[in-house]
């Protein structure tokens, strides 16, 4: 069973510039999360789908931070405009229920905001 | 809100010696429980979970924790450690998200172990 995909793996950018990731989750999963994990602390929740529709947003920072599944599978968050705190491991998880019981994690997207 | 704590920021243990990493929780109501490892450079990899039944939990890679409730504790332990088993290991709770019955991971900040040759 393929895993979690993220892309890209690394990103280097300038502030202010702005940035997409990609997530394709576990066939078959409905419920999606998107994690920020910045050096030195665990992740931190900042979306959860569930099929195409959001169920919690409430760490998002919306000024900046957007994120959608339109179709219920893959997904894309993007940061515009991006500020150097910013800089962090970007996670993509899944689950096959909303109840989140075990999430299946990718490798992250590694941004770092110069 | 639930929450973990994780009291030691790195462990090292020698090679063939026991290993544990420590975690203590806070919640209201019935604790799930969780164990990840993260690899230089890669994903959080699952190893164990608590929801109900025994105290002590059987996981990947040889790993096992001990769940107390007095002692609101989740400790990871291996009775031999591995130089493989070097990384970063983090403890989460399972807590209630701001949506209609949805529910997210707290993680703790993390525990870094290293099995000395």
């Known amino acids: 069973e393929a895993g979690v995909a993220q892309s890209p793996r690394y990103k280097i950018i300038e502030k202010r510039q702005s940035v997409a990731f990609w997530c394709n989750p576990i066939?078959?999963?409905?419920?999606l999360y998107w994690y920020q994990q910045i050096l030195g602390q665990g992740p931190k929740l900042l979306i959860q789908?569930?099929?195409?529709?959001?169920?919690?947003d409430s760490q998002l920072p919306k000024d900046r931070f957007s994120a959608e599944r339109l179709k219920g599978v893959d997904s894309t968050l993007k940061i515009q405009p991006a500020k150097l705190e910013d800089s962090a491991v970007y996670l993509c998880?899944?689950?096959?229920?909303?109840?989140?019981?075990?999430?299946?994690f990718g490798p992250g997207t590694r941004l770092l905001v110069l | 809100a639930q929450s973990v704590a994780q009291p030691e920021d790195q462990v090292n243990v020698a090679e063939g010696n026991p290993l544990t990493v420590k975690c203590t929780y806070s919640?209201?109501?019935?604790?799930?429980l969780f164990w990840y490892v993260q690899y230089p450079n890669r994903g959080l990899q699952f190893l164990l979970k608590y929801i109900t039944g025994d105290n002590l939990v059987k996981g990947s890679y040889g790993f096992e924790a001990e769940f107390n409730k007095s002692q609101t504790s989740f400790h990871l332990k291996k009775p031999s450690a591995l130089v493989s088993d070097s990384a970063l290991y983090f403890c989460?709770?399972?807590?209630?998200?701001?949506?209609?019955?949805?529910?997210?991971?707290?993680f703790g900040k993390g525990t870094k172990l290293s099995v000395i040759p």
């Open positions: 066939s078959g999963h409905a419920t």
């Open positions: 919640v209201s109501g019935n604790p799930y």
């Open positions: 789908f569930q099929n195409n529709g959001v169920v919690d």
């Open positions: 989460a709770v399972r807590d209630m998200g701001s949506g209609a019955g949805s529910y997210q991971l707290t």
């Open positions: 998880a899944s689950s096959p229920r909303l109840s989140g019981e075990t999430q299946y």
